[in-house]
């Protein structure tokens, strides 16, 4: 069995032939499997499932210890915002209706709001503007950065796509 490979193996060293332990309708035989052999992993393609694994949950760990007061702040604001809006239904265009006959002509704005009770709510503009104008910290991050020159993407596009078109040809 090789040491660098992607591939899984028998106990004979070769392939492993995933056929050979599956039903016609593709579920798993267990004596079909127990008669073939059981999975050979080479150690790379175990180290590179257990790195996956590893760097997942370091992700994960990483973006709630560092970032997870600022996603929580965020997760709040966009429920209150969404709990503060009004609701709003779809009223057809004057002059026409769902069987095809015409109807009496109502308000221009073919979008009514719905009354919550009896008092209509609707999101400030002064909440709005607060919402639209507090900065993530990716904003903040990337602000002491310069902005990379058009050049350098056109130089990185041309390369790739000359590299893409040597690899498929």
Not at 102 to 107: D, H, M
Request: net charge positive.
């Amino acid at each position: 069995m090789p040491i660098l490979s992607s591939a899984v193996f028998d106990n004979t060293g070769k392939v492993y032939d995933v056929s050979r332990i599956l039903t016609p309708d593709f579920k798993f035989d267990s004596e079909a499997y127990q008669n073939y052999s059981r999975v050979f992993l080479p150690i790379t393609y175990a180290l590179s499932y257990a790195l996956q694994f590893a760097s997942l949950t370091a992700l994960i760990t990483h973006t709630a210890c560092w970032h997870g007061k600022s996603i929580w702040q965020q997760l709040r604001r966009a429920l209150r915002e969404v709990k503060s809006r009004t609701e709003v239904a779809y009223e057809p265009v004057a002059g026409s209706t769902n069987d095809g006959t015409t109807a009496s002509p109502r308000k221009p704005n073919n979008l009514r709001r719905l009354r919550s009770g009896s008092r209509q709510r609707s999101l400030s503009d002064s909440v709005l503007d607060s919402i639209m104008n507090e900065e993530d910290a990716h904003s903040r991050l990337m602000r002491h950065y310069k902005d990379a020159p058009i050049s350098w993407y056109l130089i990185t596009f041309f390369s790739m796509t000359a590299v893409g078109i040597f690899v498929v040809e």
